[in-house]
């Protein structure tokens, strides 16, 4: 696609995932029944569409559960319309329109790249509506929805197969082609809030069928190609055609870095490398959400008039740091971390497969582990300990949810979580015991005693900001890593060279308080006889003195105390700590069925004798 951006600047659609000759359908055309309130709404005929598309999946689609099995817990005030019994089980019109709109509230801002002011419902191909309205409808009312949403995704995600295969194979048009892509990448994210009725490796299968034909169409090598920057300056010259114009521009680097962010969500649920080769990916950078977002071309164009920029620039994910780069914005920095942490699973995935990792042998340190299958980790660990100073808004932000990704890439490079799931008994006793000595030795690090100070920042993070929950972003995942990553290391302090606490003349590390991380550095980062370029002072702000003491903690070790309370060593402390997270986890760790907040409550019963 060596002249994609050129193809979408002079699409003869308003909206880039609109085929051109559904265009003349203009919205002043609409049938007298159809509400003026709102471009985006639904009308009579939208629902009768998407009635009939659903009757051509079931018809093609044949194998599963019937409809009326599905919804006899489904109440049909909620989920009928017309009494005319071949749709009797069709969702109203009245909550097509609601998931639209919840579609736009809630889902948007996680995967943002339909643009909401030219879109219309009556113009988007019925497998993208469809897949709209089933992330809407999983927001509406996830009880009486389910069964419907479950059983049209199932046959969704066979009809995303035979469309990618065939437009693979054959010729298609470019809008064509994305938006079918699109289809296909909302289907597997929403298939990520139904591994009970989803199989997960066909989802994953779906996922890497996905990634392979953007791959192969070169959407993750903005390097090649033509430019979107100069093909705008050879695009439409009056206000309303140049806005529409660079939203299409906007929606497909939108789309490509989606795709990014599906894949890390894959590789974190499956446990493995990520389909797309991250360290080979260049990306167009999306400009601010707010220019994305505006109603018209007179806000856009008085956004531009006040400074917005129109065009960011390109980045590589590999050696980010050896670049000279402006300040992120929140979408680019989200787009950076989960591109380090595709980096980082790549790596680790290497390491899980050598035998015999709890030997006596494996490093105590989980980056000696990881550098000695990979040396390219060290680049990973540097451009992750130089964001607080080159991207000083990834900790700083109001937006906390790109501190927690960056805690949580610390985290994984500091503390091996099968490891300590193995301790924690995952396996059974035989391997937690195994397991734990390794642990022990673990405990011992600067990693260790790191791992613990980023995970007390989770709790932090996630005790005072609201974070919204998604699939991508997964706090209640987070929250129980860092549980698990505390509660070991109390839990192993008696069976140490030493209790951590033994010196008395020594105060004890506050682990809930604010650390300037540019201070801290590398401590517990790095192998022995190396450091990071020191940038402690980038921002010119004179470092708090509590940064000092978390760098002498991660050098030395030494006691420690949460939230004033200081623990003392073995089992009782470590339930006592997770029983904490557990009481954080419920305030959100149910919002979609999560298993992890059960997890913690076992774990209040469980840690004991050295075993969860």
């Known amino acids: ?117 030219t879109f219309d419902p009556r113009n988007t191909p019925s497998p993208l509506l469809l897949a709209m309205c089933l992330v809407g409808l999983s927001y509406v009312d996830r009880l009486r929805t389910r069964a419907f949403v479950s059983r049209y995704l199932n046959k969704l995600m066979q009809s995303c197969v035979d469309d990618m295969a065939s437009q693979a194979l054959g010729q298609c048009t470019v809008s064509d082609l ?124 008085q956004a531009v008039q006040q400074g917005a920029q129109l065009t960011m620039q390109r980045m590589k994910f590999r050696n980010f740091y ?43 340190s989980h980056i000696e582990a990881l550098a000695a299958v990979d040396s390219g980790i060290k680049d990973i660990i540097t451009d992750i300990l130089l964001l607080p100073s080159t991207q000083a808004s990834v900790l700083k932000s109001r937006n906390r949810m790109n501190a927690l990704g960056w805690h949580y890439l610390c985290i994984t490079l500091t503390a091996d979580m099968d490891l300590l799931e193995a301790a924690s008994g995952r396996d059974g006793l035989e391997a937690a015991s195994a397991a734990l000595v390794q642990v022990v030795r673990w405990s011992r690090s600067a990693s260790a005693r790191r791992a613990v100070l980023h995970a007390a920042q989770v709790f932090e993070i996630l005790d005072s900001s609201r974070i919204r929950e998604s699939y991508l972003t997964r706090p ?38 604010n650390i300037d991380w540019t201070v801290v550095g590398d401590e517990g980062l790095v192998t022995a006889n190396e450091t990071i370029p020191d940038r402690a002072m980038i921002n010119g702000d004179p470092p708090l003195a509590t940064s000092n003491a978390a760098r002498q903690f991660i050098q030395l070790g030494g006691p420690i105390s949460f939230a004033g309370e200081i623990p003392s060593c073995g089992s009782v402390s470590a339930r006592k700590i997770v029983r904490k997270f557990a009481h954080l986890m419920a305030g959100f760790g149910t919002w979609d069925e999560s298993g992890y907040s059960e997890l913690l409550s076992i774990m209040c019963d469980s840690v004991l004798n050295g075993h969860v």
């Open 1 to 117: 696609m060596r002249q994609l951006w050129e193809k979408v600047i002079h699409h003869k659609s308003d909206n880039i995932f609109t085929a051109p000759q559904a265009s003349a359908y203009e919205f002043t055309h609409a049938a007298p029944n159809r509400r003026q309130t709102s471009p985006r709404s639904m009308d009579e005929e939208c629902r009768t569409r998407l009635a009939q598309h659903c009757k051509e999946l079931d018809e093609s689609f044949p194998y599963g559960k019937s409809i009326d099995d599905e919804t006899q817990t489904t109440p049909r005030s909620s989920l009928t319309g017309s009494p005319d019994a071949s749709d009797n089980t069709f969702p109203t019109l009245e909550i097509l329109d609601s998931s639209l709109d919840f579609f736009f509230q809630f889902f948007h801002p996680i995967l943002p790249f339909m643009h909401k002011s």
């Open 178 to 301: 994305l938006a079918t892509l699109a289809s296909t990448l909302m289907v597997v994210y929403l298939a990520l809030g139904f591994r009970d009725e989803i199989d997960q490796s066909q989802a994953y299968m779906l996922c890497a069928q996905m990634l392979s034909i953007a791959d192969k169409q070169g959407l993750f090598a903005a390097n090649q190609g033509d430019d979107p920057t100069l093909q705008l300056r050879q695009g439409p010259s009056d206000p309303e055609g140049f806005w529409k114009a660079w939203t299409r521009v906007e929606s497909v680097k939108r789309l490509i870095f989606c795709f990014v962010w599906l894949d890390m969500a894959y590789a974190r649920l499956m446990n493995t490398a990520g389909v797309i080769e991250i360290d080979k990916v260049e990306l167009h950078l999306p400009c601010d959400d707010a220019l994305f977002d505006g109603p018209t071309s007179a806000a856009f164009l």
């Open 322 to 364: 050896a670049t000279s780069t402006p300040p992120l914005n929140d979408t680019s920095t989200q787009i950076l971390l989960r591109g380090l942490y595709l980096r980082v699973i790549a790596v680790r995935t290497k390491l899980s497969g050598q035998e015999s990792q709890y030997s006596d042998l494996h490093p105590a």
């Open 476 to 513: 209640d995942l987070v929250l129980f890593v860092s549980a698990l990553v505390i509660s070991q290391y109390i839990l192993v302090s008696d069976q140490k060279e030493g209790r951590f606490d033994a010196n008395p003349s020594r105060s004890p590390f506050e682990l809930l308080q």
